[in-house]
Protein backbone atom coordinates (compact mmCIF):
# COMPACT_ATOMS: atom_id res chain seq x y z
CA UNK A 1 0.00 0.00 0.00
CA UNK A 2 0.90 3.79 -0.41
CA UNK A 3 2.51 5.54 2.41
CA UNK A 4 -0.65 7.68 3.57
CA UNK A 5 -0.52 11.19 2.95
CA UNK A 6 -0.51 13.98 5.13
CA UNK A 7 -3.30 16.34 3.93
CA UNK A 8 -3.32 18.45 6.90
CA UNK A 9 0.70 19.62 5.93
CA UNK A 10 -0.60 19.97 1.96
CA UNK A 11 -3.71 22.50 3.56
CA UNK A 12 -0.74 24.26 5.20
CA UNK A 13 0.27 25.90 2.14
CA UNK A 14 -3.29 27.25 1.13
CA UNK A 15 -4.41 30.32 2.77
CA UNK A 16 -8.15 29.43 3.85
CA UNK A 17 -7.68 29.24 7.37
CA UNK A 18 -8.11 25.23 9.15
CA UNK A 19 -10.49 25.34 12.16
CA UNK A 20 -9.16 22.96 15.34
CA UNK A 21 -10.46 21.91 18.17
CA UNK A 22 -8.53 20.37 21.38
CA UNK A 23 -9.12 17.11 22.52
CA UNK A 24 -8.86 16.34 25.87
CA UNK A 25 -11.18 13.36 27.11
CA UNK A 26 -7.85 11.02 26.20
CA UNK A 27 -10.38 8.56 25.06
CA UNK A 28 -10.97 6.57 21.48
CA UNK A 29 -14.62 6.87 22.28
CA UNK A 30 -14.62 10.91 22.36
CA UNK A 31 -12.28 11.62 19.89
CA UNK A 32 -14.08 9.55 17.22
CA UNK A 33 -16.93 11.68 17.91
CA UNK A 34 -15.14 14.79 18.01
CA UNK A 35 -13.99 13.34 14.31
CA UNK A 36 -17.20 13.07 12.98
CA UNK A 37 -18.00 16.97 13.86
CA UNK A 38 -16.26 18.71 10.62
CA UNK A 39 -13.39 20.31 12.23
CA UNK A 40 -10.33 20.18 9.91
CA UNK A 41 -8.28 19.26 12.38
CA UNK A 42 -7.76 17.95 16.22
CA UNK A 43 -5.18 18.33 18.94
CA UNK A 44 -4.97 15.16 20.56
CA UNK A 45 -3.08 16.36 23.64
CA UNK A 46 -0.42 14.47 25.19
CA UNK A 47 0.72 17.16 27.24
CA UNK A 48 -2.03 18.01 29.43
CA UNK A 49 -4.80 15.06 28.85
CA UNK A 50 -3.93 12.18 30.87
CA UNK A 51 -2.29 10.16 27.82
CA UNK A 52 0.32 7.75 27.51
CA UNK A 53 1.57 6.59 23.29
CA UNK A 54 -1.38 3.42 24.15
CA UNK A 55 -3.80 6.04 24.80
CA UNK A 56 -2.60 7.92 21.72
CA UNK A 57 -2.50 5.26 19.28
CA UNK A 58 -5.83 4.32 20.23
CA UNK A 59 -7.65 7.66 19.63
CA UNK A 60 -5.82 7.87 15.98
CA UNK A 61 -7.01 4.55 15.26
CA UNK A 62 -10.59 5.94 16.16
CA UNK A 63 -10.15 9.04 14.14
CA UNK A 64 -8.79 6.76 10.70
CA UNK A 65 -11.74 6.61 9.02
CA UNK A 66 -12.64 10.54 9.29
CA UNK A 67 -11.35 13.74 7.45
CA UNK A 68 -10.25 15.58 11.19
CA UNK A 69 -6.88 15.26 10.83
CA UNK A 70 -5.13 14.06 14.37
CA UNK A 71 -2.35 16.29 15.82
CA UNK A 72 -0.79 14.81 18.32
CA UNK A 73 0.81 16.73 21.21
CA UNK A 74 3.53 15.59 23.08
CA UNK A 75 4.35 15.74 26.43
CA UNK A 76 7.73 16.88 25.28
CA UNK A 77 10.69 16.76 23.15
CA UNK A 78 12.29 13.65 23.68
CA UNK A 79 13.86 11.94 20.96
CA UNK A 80 12.46 8.60 22.41
CA UNK A 81 9.35 9.09 22.99
CA UNK A 82 9.06 11.02 19.17
CA UNK A 83 10.14 7.63 18.21
CA UNK A 84 7.28 5.99 20.07
CA UNK A 85 5.01 8.15 18.78
CA UNK A 86 6.03 8.35 15.17
CA UNK A 87 5.81 4.50 14.98
CA UNK A 88 2.42 4.10 16.27
CA UNK A 89 1.43 6.11 13.10
CA UNK A 90 1.38 9.85 13.96
CA UNK A 91 1.77 12.26 11.08
CA UNK A 92 1.52 15.91 12.57
CA UNK A 93 3.39 16.08 15.18
CA UNK A 94 3.10 19.66 18.03
CA UNK A 95 5.95 19.24 20.90
CA UNK A 96 5.09 22.54 23.36
CA UNK A 97 7.79 24.95 24.42
CA UNK A 98 10.32 24.76 22.03
CA UNK A 99 12.60 28.50 22.87
CA UNK A 100 15.61 28.00 20.23
CA UNK A 101 16.87 27.28 17.12
CA UNK A 102 18.87 24.25 18.57
CA UNK A 103 16.00 22.35 19.99
CA UNK A 104 13.97 22.53 16.35
CA UNK A 105 16.64 21.53 15.19
CA UNK A 106 17.03 18.38 17.29
CA UNK A 107 13.75 17.81 16.75
CA UNK A 108 13.70 17.71 13.14
CA UNK A 109 16.49 14.98 13.35
CA UNK A 110 14.06 12.87 15.91
CA UNK A 111 11.67 12.74 13.29
CA UNK A 112 14.31 11.65 10.04
CA UNK A 113 16.61 8.81 9.63
CA UNK A 114 20.15 8.45 9.14
CA UNK A 115 21.91 10.40 7.77
CA UNK A 116 19.38 12.79 7.55
CA UNK A 117 18.70 12.14 11.61
CA UNK A 118 18.49 9.81 14.38
CA UNK A 119 15.21 8.37 14.39
CA UNK A 120 15.64 4.21 15.31
CA UNK A 121 13.85 1.85 12.47
CA UNK A 122 10.75 -0.02 14.06
CA UNK A 123 10.31 -1.19 10.26
CA UNK A 124 7.55 -4.13 10.34
CA UNK A 125 6.45 -3.84 14.28
CA UNK A 126 4.86 -0.27 13.51
CA UNK A 127 1.58 1.27 12.40
CA UNK A 128 3.34 4.14 10.76
CA UNK A 129 5.05 1.42 8.00
CA UNK A 130 1.44 -0.56 8.30
CA UNK A 131 3.68 -3.37 9.47
CA UNK A 132 6.31 -3.20 6.52
CA UNK A 133 2.79 -2.95 3.97
CA UNK A 134 4.37 0.30 2.76
CA UNK A 135 7.42 -0.26 0.47
CA UNK A 136 10.21 2.36 1.06
CA UNK A 137 8.76 4.14 4.24
CA UNK A 138 12.47 4.64 5.43
CA UNK A 139 12.90 6.77 2.40
CA UNK A 140 9.67 8.62 1.86
CA UNK A 141 8.03 8.64 5.66
CA UNK A 142 9.69 12.50 6.01
CA UNK A 143 7.72 13.67 3.20
CA UNK A 144 4.39 13.00 5.11
CA UNK A 145 5.42 14.15 8.42
CA UNK A 146 4.88 17.48 9.70
CA UNK A 147 6.34 19.05 13.04
CA UNK A 148 4.81 21.70 14.44
CA UNK A 149 6.90 23.45 16.95
CA UNK A 150 4.85 26.01 20.27
CA UNK A 151 6.49 29.08 21.15
CA UNK A 152 4.70 29.95 24.20
CA UNK A 153 7.75 31.90 26.35
CA UNK A 154 9.67 35.31 25.77
CA UNK A 155 12.86 33.47 24.72
CA UNK A 156 10.94 31.66 22.18
CA UNK A 157 9.38 35.13 20.92
CA UNK A 158 13.16 36.53 20.87
CA UNK A 159 13.97 33.31 19.26
CA UNK A 160 11.16 33.11 16.91
CA UNK A 161 12.95 34.10 13.29
CA UNK A 162 16.00 31.53 14.23
CA UNK A 163 13.02 28.85 15.17
CA UNK A 164 11.37 29.28 12.48
CA UNK A 165 13.79 29.20 10.06
CA UNK A 166 15.31 25.85 10.50
CA UNK A 167 14.64 23.57 7.83
CA UNK A 168 12.07 20.97 8.72
CA UNK A 169 9.95 22.85 10.90
CA UNK A 170 6.48 22.94 9.49
CA UNK A 171 4.66 25.59 11.43
CA UNK A 172 5.09 27.38 14.48
CA UNK A 173 1.97 27.15 17.08
CA UNK A 174 1.63 29.93 19.77
CA UNK A 175 0.40 29.24 23.29
CA UNK A 176 -1.08 32.44 24.57
CA UNK A 177 -1.88 30.58 27.90
CA UNK A 178 1.99 29.84 29.32
CA UNK A 179 3.09 32.59 27.14
CA UNK A 180 1.20 35.08 29.03
CA UNK A 181 1.73 32.97 32.56
CA UNK A 182 5.22 33.39 31.87
CA UNK A 183 5.25 36.99 30.99
CA UNK A 184 3.51 37.71 34.51
CA UNK A 185 0.12 37.96 33.57
CA UNK A 186 -1.29 34.45 34.26
CA UNK A 187 -2.83 33.37 31.71
CA UNK A 188 -4.73 36.55 30.21
CA UNK A 189 -3.22 36.49 26.97
CA UNK A 190 -5.19 40.04 26.20
CA UNK A 191 -2.70 42.42 28.19
CA UNK A 192 -1.15 44.11 25.10
CA UNK A 193 2.34 42.90 25.65
CA UNK A 194 1.46 39.26 25.25
CA UNK A 195 -0.89 40.49 22.65
CA UNK A 196 2.63 42.48 20.53
CA UNK A 197 4.74 38.77 21.27
CA UNK A 198 1.73 36.76 19.87
CA UNK A 199 1.69 39.13 16.91
CA UNK A 200 5.37 39.61 15.82
CA UNK A 201 5.70 35.95 16.43
CA UNK A 202 2.76 35.17 13.96
CA UNK A 203 4.79 37.99 11.10
CA UNK A 204 7.86 36.02 11.90
CA UNK A 205 6.83 33.22 11.45
CA UNK A 206 5.13 33.98 7.77
CA UNK A 207 8.26 36.01 7.09
CA UNK A 208 10.27 32.61 7.33
CA UNK A 209 7.47 30.64 4.73
CA UNK A 210 5.68 28.64 7.64
CA UNK A 211 2.59 28.63 8.59
CA UNK A 212 1.34 29.63 12.05
CA UNK A 213 -1.20 28.42 14.47
CA UNK A 214 -3.23 29.70 17.67
CA UNK A 215 -5.24 28.16 20.81
CA UNK A 216 -8.18 30.97 20.80
CA UNK A 217 -12.02 29.28 22.04
CA UNK A 218 -12.99 33.08 22.34
CA UNK A 219 -14.32 33.94 18.85
CA UNK A 220 -12.85 37.28 19.05
CA UNK A 221 -9.86 36.09 19.31
CA UNK A 222 -9.96 33.65 16.81
CA UNK A 223 -11.10 36.19 14.14
CA UNK A 224 -7.98 38.70 15.12
CA UNK A 225 -5.36 35.96 14.82
CA UNK A 226 -6.98 34.73 11.48
CA UNK A 227 -7.19 38.30 10.19
CA UNK A 228 -3.19 38.60 11.67
CA UNK A 229 -2.16 35.77 9.06
CA UNK A 230 -2.70 32.62 11.30
CA UNK A 231 -3.49 30.01 9.13
CA UNK A 232 -4.90 26.75 11.56
CA UNK A 233 -6.49 27.92 14.53
CA UNK A 234 -8.27 25.87 17.62
CA UNK A 235 -11.12 27.76 18.47
CA UNK A 236 -12.45 25.08 20.58
CA UNK A 237 -11.91 23.10 23.61
CA UNK A 238 -13.79 19.69 23.43
CA UNK A 239 -13.73 19.18 27.46
CA UNK A 240 -14.89 22.99 28.35
CA UNK A 241 -17.53 22.75 25.58
CA UNK A 242 -19.03 19.90 27.69
CA UNK A 243 -18.71 21.60 30.71
CA UNK A 244 -20.39 24.96 28.98
CA UNK A 245 -23.29 22.95 27.84
CA UNK A 246 -23.99 20.96 30.72
CA UNK A 247 -23.80 24.62 33.09
CA UNK A 248 -26.08 26.75 30.96
CA UNK A 249 -28.88 23.59 30.38
CA UNK A 250 -28.65 23.12 34.21
CA UNK A 251 -28.67 26.92 34.90
CA UNK A 252 -32.39 26.76 32.91
CA UNK A 253 -33.68 24.37 35.78
CA UNK A 254 -31.31 26.31 39.16
CA UNK A 255 -30.21 28.99 39.75
CA UNK A 256 -26.29 28.55 39.27
CA UNK A 257 -25.96 29.90 43.15
CA UNK A 258 -28.58 26.95 44.38
CA UNK A 259 -26.87 24.32 45.91
CA UNK A 260 -27.34 20.47 44.33
CA UNK A 261 -30.12 18.74 46.48
CA UNK A 262 -28.11 15.56 45.93
CA UNK A 263 -24.43 16.39 47.48
CA UNK A 264 -21.49 13.65 48.22
CA UNK A 265 -19.48 14.58 51.74
CA UNK A 266 -16.14 13.91 51.82
O1 LIG B 1 -0.09 27.83 26.29
C1 LIG B 1 -1.12 27.46 25.74
O2 LIG B 1 -2.12 28.21 25.55
C2 LIG B 1 -1.15 26.10 25.25
O3 LIG B 1 -0.14 25.52 24.96
C3 LIG B 1 -2.46 25.39 25.22
C4 LIG B 1 -2.76 24.89 26.61
O4 LIG B 1 -1.78 23.97 26.99
C5 LIG B 1 -4.10 24.23 26.67
O5 LIG B 1 -4.01 23.04 27.33
C6 LIG B 1 -5.08 25.08 27.36
O6 LIG B 1 -6.23 24.36 27.68
Known sequence: MDLPLNPFKAALRRSEPLYGIWAGFATPYAAEIIATTGYDWMLVDGEHAPN??????????AVAPYATHPVVRAVHGDAVLIKQLLDAGVQTLMVPMV????????????MRYPPHGIRGVGGGLTRATRWDAVPDYIRTAHEQLCLIVQIESRLGVENAAEIAAVDGVDAVFIGPADLSTGMGHAGDASQPEVQDCIRRTIETTLAHGKACGILAPREEDARRYTDWGCRFVAVAIDISLMRQAAVANLARYRAPTQPAIVSTTY
Not at 99 to 110: D, F, G, S
Open 52 to 61: TVPTLLAQLQ
Open 99 to 110: ETAEQARALVQA
